[in-house]
């Protein structure tokens, strides 16, 4: 506790009596995924109904690849990003925007709109706003592209 309100004020990272840096538990380029935690990941993506993307650019593997695991497996892809991503074309939410103004747009919607997916189920995350136009999904102001 102590180190993360030193690293919140600004002060460089915490040494360890080692020598090394304390850091948080994060990859840096160059350093292997854990081997466990890809796996789990892989298997995650190809049993979800819905993937979302926030704020990544996608271009990073093996994460990258995750989306696509999700598509081909019959999850509803969204993405929401600032610039573009390889997935935008085959995706089929894209909402371009700042995630922090955007998110919390998209979780209000959820949270009052449970409608029919393609499949003919309840989901509870959104569909294609002309499925159901009531939902207002995500907001007003936001544009999103269902492709």
């Known amino acids: 506790m102590r180190h993360l309100k030193r690293i919140a004020s600004g002060e460089p990272a915490p040494e360890c009596h080692c020598g090394g840096y304390l850091k948080p538990d994060t990859i ?3 350093q292997a995924m854990p081997e466990v935690e890809v796996t789990k990941s892989t298997t995650l993506a190809r049993e979800c109904d819905l993937f979302l993307v926030v704020g990544s650019t996608l271009l990073v593997q093996p994460a990258a690849l995750l989306p696509d695991m999700a598509r081909r497996s019959g999850a509803f892809l ?3 990003n ?3 991503t390889p997935y ?3 995706c ?3 909402v371009q925007g700042k995630a922090g103004e955007v998110l919390p747009s998209i979780s209000q919607q959820v949270l009052k709109c449970r409608v029919e997916d393609w499949r003919g189920t309840v989901s509870p995350f959104p569909v294609p706003a002309s499925s159901n136009p ?5 907001a007003p102001g936001f544009p999103v592209n269902f492709i």
């Open 28 to 30: 840096s380029f160059g």
């Open 78 to 80: 969204a993405i929401v």
């Open 82 to 84: 600032l610039s573009d």
């Open 88 to 90: 935008d074309a085959v």
């Open 92 to 94: 089929d939410a894209l």
């Open 134 to 138: 009531a939902c207002g999904f995500p």
